[in-house]
């Protein structure tokens, strides 16, 4: 009895299970009878509507040529399961091979947020970035394929690892170096070092605190404020950079960025009286300048606009917020997209997070065996030295004890 034969048997006779529609449909996939396959997945609709047979049609489709069908199944798929990492993955496949590589991004970005440690998206977002000759995103990723690849002993990882490793060990060399030759006040060759650094590896946001500081205490506040904005979308929650920013903004005369940044670091100084009335003073001295001139707010969104279709989505996200703070009518209407795009650079995060509160809802009921896997995940994806990782681990431990 050939694949087909044995397909029509089980229809027929309805004894066999969905896995053993599944089984045989993966097999003629396999074999390459991808019409087939797409026939007998057809078939298991009448059975279920799960969202990966929307996916394992479109991959037929796709073999078939038939394309544009393909993305309206993958399309279908997360429209049933927006969380279908496997269907975004696809598309993001799709529209690289076709050169698409923003829309190509913007789905890899995707399939991470449900699934952090897909090693396959990582990588092809650190080609895709690298692509677009945005170093600072590329390496990102390729960090992020280096932690969660699954096969550590490939000769394309150990290429990568070796890669990154070495320009990581030249970027601290030249960092450590600037910071001797600055700390004997010779500024030019510090410079220099600091700018070697950051070619071998920019996203230590050091080097770029580091250039900044050099260049401001040289009056020259345009380089300074693009180092240190550099170093503020590799470290959004330093008050130190915000406050930095304001200043150079503020001397600059760019009253509009010296209003934004004053106000964020405003929220991280709320409790420190002083320092909240000096900030907000001057946020007062500032406003007029701007009510005065309404199109400097409004550069801020089409530079938002601009990042966001560029996928540089740090920027996009410091845009966006910043036209908020300068049209707060606004926030109901891009808020939404700044939440996405954080939650886009910042996968790892939201999955903790639900991780736990799934974890903790769990044990709450006592069902420590299934809560286990969700603190086993959080010990997956947090780094070591973390509070996440301490928390996970321990309440992994009551999970275990108790299950």
């Given at each position: 009895m050939d694949?087909?034969?044995a397909?029509?048997?089980?229809i027929?006779?309805?004894?066999?299970?969905?896995?053993?529609?599944a089984?045989?449909?993966?097999?003629?996939?396999?074999?390459?009878?991808?019409?087939?396959?797409?026939?007998?997945?057809?078939?298991?609709?009448?059975y279920?509507?799960?969202?990966?047979?929307?996916v394992?049609?479109?991959?037929?489709?796709?073999?078939?040529?038939?394309?544009d069908?393909?993305?309206e199944?993958?399309?279908?798929a997360?429209?049933?399961?927006?969380?279908?990492?496997?269907?975004?993955?696809?598309?993001?496949?799709?529209?690289?091979?076709?050169?698409?590589?923003?829309?190509?991004?913007?789905?890899w970005?995707?399939?991470?947020?449900?699934?952090?440690?897909?090693?396959?998206?990582?990588?092809?977002?650190?080609?895709?970035?690298?692509?677009?000759?945005?170093?600072t995103?590329?390496?990102?990723?390729?960090?992020?394929?280096?932690?969660?690849?699954?096969?550590?002993?490939?000769?394309?990882?150990?290429e990568?690892?070796?890669?990154?490793?070495?320009?990581?060990?030249?970027?601290?060399?030249?960092?450590?170096?600037?910071?001797?030759?600055?700390?004997?006040?010779?500024?030019?060759?510090?410079?220099?070092?600091?700018?070697?650094?950051?070619?071998?590896?920019?996203?230590?946001?050091?080097?770029?605190?580091?250039?900044?500081?050099l260049?401001?205490?040289?009056?020259?506040?345009?380089?300074?404020?693009?180092?240190?904005?550099?170093?503020?979308?590799?470290?959004?929650?330093?008050?130190?950079?915000?406050?930095?920013?304001?200043?150079?903004h503020?001397?600059?005369?760019?009253?509009?960025?010296?209003?934004?940044?004053?106000?964020?670091?405003?929220?991280?100084?709320?409790?420190?009286?002083?320092?909240?009335?000096r900030?907000?003073?001057?946020?007062?001295?500032?406003?007029?300048?701007?009510?005065?001139?309404p199109?400097?707010?409004?550069?801020?969104?089409?530079?938002?606009?601009?990042?966001?279709?560029?996928?540089?989505?740090?920027?996009?996200?410091?845009?966006?917020?910043?036209?908020?703070?300068?049209?707060?009518?606004?926030?109901?209407?891009?808020w939404?997209?700044?939440?996405?795009?954080?939650?886009?650079?910042n996968?790892?995060r939201?999955?903790?997070?639900?991780?736990?509160?799934?974890?903790?809802?769990?044990?709450?009921?006592?069902?420590?065996?299934e809560?286990?896997?969700?603190?086993a995940?959080?010990?997956?994806?947090?780094?070591?030295?973390?509070?996440?990782?301490?928390?996970?681990?321990?309440?992994?431990?009551?999970?275990?004890?108790?299950?």
């Amino acid at each position: 009895m050939d694949n087909s034969e044995a397909k029509s048997h089980i229809i027929n006779n309805n004894e066999d299970t969905q896995g053993d529609l599944a089984q045989i449909a993966e097999t003629l996939y396999s074999d390459k009878e991808y019409e087939k396959a797409l026939k007998m997945y057809t078939d298991m609709l009448l059975y279920s509507t799960d969202s990966d047979l929307y996916v394992k049609m479109g991959n037929c489709l796709d073999k078939l040529g038939r394309t544009d069908t393909a993305i309206e199944y993958w399309q279908k798929a997360i429209d049933i399961d927006s969380s279908n990492s496997n269907a975004f993955i696809n598309l993001g496949n799709h529209y690289y091979a076709r050169n698409k590589i923003e829309l190509a991004i913007s789905n890899w970005m995707a399939a991470l947020v449900s699934m952090p440690e897909e090693p396959t998206a990582n990588l092809n977002l650190a080609i895709a970035y690298t692509m677009k000759q945005m170093t600072t995103e590329a390496f990102k990723y390729y960090d992020r394929y280096l932690k969660y690849a699954q096969d550590k002993t490939s000769d394309k990882y150990k290429e990568i690892q070796a890669q990154i490793e070495k320009n990581k060990k030249l970027a601290n060399d030249y960092l450590k170096l600037g910071v001797q030759y600055q700390a004997t006040g010779d500024k030019l060759s510090a410079l220099k070092c600091y700018k070697r650094a950051s070619l071998y590896y920019p996203n230590f946001s050091k080097i770029q605190l580091n250039i900044g500081s050099l260049y401001y205490a040289d009056k020259n506040y345009e380089e300074a404020s693009k180092h240190w904005t550099k170093a503020m979308y590799l470290d959004p929650n330093y008050p130190k950079t915000i406050s930095n920013l304001a200043v150079c903004h503020d001397m600059l005369k760019q009253f509009d960025y010296a209003y934004c940044y004053y106000t964020i670091f405003a929220s991280y100084v709320i409790n420190q009286p002083e320092d909240y009335n000096r900030v907000i003073t001057r946020c007062h001295k500032i406003k007029p300048y701007l009510n005065e001139n309404p199109l400097l707010i409004e550069n801020h969104i089409l530079i938002a606009k601009n990042a966001f279709a560029n996928c540089d989505y740090s920027k996009a996200i410091s845009e966006f917020k910043n036209y908020i703070i300068l049209k707060p009518q606004e926030q109901e209407v891009y808020w939404e997209l700044v939440n996405k795009l954080e939650q886009y650079l910042n996968p790892d995060r939201v999955m903790i997070d639900a991780c736990s509160d799934k974890g903790i809802k769990l044990m709450g009921e006592h069902k420590f065996k299934e809560a286990q896997k969700y603190f086993a995940r959080i010990l997956v994806l947090a780094d070591s030295g973390s509070a996440d990782y301490a928390n996970a681990r321990r309440k992994f431990g009551i999970c275990l004890q108790n299950s």
